[in-house]
């Protein structure tokens, strides 16, 4: 890792075809050069608190002699409904889009799932270059080519696998971060911790100011760190057939809340609670030590987000859960973990089981 280094680090994506995530900073001079020589014509994608940096973009485009369009799209999971994908769409059809011009998604994580979305299914497939400007789009969203919008019955239901053509992690994007959207992103930094490289774990534990400082050495090392875990795991399997299942740690339960609370939380507030969960289910089902458990709450309550959910929402969200896209024929699974790095899918437990790990974590 070059996370002292002011150099960016390129951090290869295996597959066919294969991308680089690049992390750095002043990164926006890139993005030409990710678009390629092909386009002739970008669409920018952003968020509104990005309108300032979504122009300086469009001037660099322009100046490389490409047609750049913006498109503001709502914030957060808003901008992830079917009738803002179906805008999008307008707009490439009216400028003329072809196959062989791009999309640019300029925002946090359900940004860059709404540009990687449109991307995906306009003329069956367009580049997509991603910038993701928040932790999560860094470490989640933007590197692993899913993509997709919500509907009403649930998270990500409607989507595609696309591979990005890059991803542009600019460090200094998240300088202007709320505190608490970094924390919240966070958790999906941690997750990786738990589930393959406890080293960003011990990265929160020795020196929290530091490992949550987007200016430090120890931030960009745990960001890379959690994006070097996904890499390698998407690298092996892109489609989802069997290891990628391990990103999913925390996030049945997780996305259970998230529709529960309408999506007005953060993503990481929810899955933080999912991950305590998904330990505790893990104590009764594959015997995680009971310091692995405190372990996870330990580091996530140091990082301000809940690790508890009130007792009475348990028959709504088992209910979610039911019809989540994780779900095989109807059997619920849920991936555990033996010990710290050492995940395990577990199908199809038992709804005693299932009840006692949530009582753990109720309020």
Sequence with gaps: MAAGSMSPTVIPVAGAPGYDVTVGRDLLGQVPAAIGPRAAKVLIVHAPPLATRAEELRERLQAGGLEALILEVPDAEGAKRIEVAAFCWEILGKSDFTRTDAVVGLGGGAVTDLAGFVAATWLRGVRVVQVPT????????????????????????????????????????????????????????????????????????????????????????????????????????????????????????????????????????????????????????????????????????????????????????LATMQRDKKARAGMLRFICLDDIGRPAAVEGPDDALLFAAYQNVAD
């Excluded at 050495?217 to 057939?241: L, N, S």
């Design 134 to 317: 928040s932790v999560l789009g860094m470490v989640d969203a933007a590197v692993g080519g899913k993509t997709g919008i919500n509907t009403a019955e649930g998270k990500n239901l409607v989507g595609a696998f696309w591979a990005p053509g890059a991803v542009l992690c600019d460090l200094d994007l998240l300088r202007t971060l709320p505190r608490n959207e970094l924390l919240a992103g966070y958790a999906e930094v941690v997750k990786c911790g738990f589930i393959q490289d406890p080293r960003i774990l011990e990265l929160v534990e020795t020196d929290l100011d530091a490992a949550t400082d987007p200016d430090s050495p120890a931030f960009r090392e745990a960001v890379e760190r959690a994006i070097a875990v996904k890499a390698r795991v998407v690298g092996e399997d892109f489609t989802e057939q069997g290891l990628r299942e391990i990103l999913n740690y925390g996030h049945t339960l997780g996305h259970a809340i998230e529709q529960a609370e309408r999506y007005t939380w953060r993503h990481g507030a929810a899955i933080s609670i999912g991950m305590v969960f998904a330990a505790e289910l893990s104590r009764l089902t594959r015997g995680l030590s009971d310091e692995a458990v405190e372990r996870h709450r330990a580091i996530l309550e140091s990082l301000t987000l809940p690790t508890g959910y009130p007792a009475d929402r348990w028959g709504h969200l």
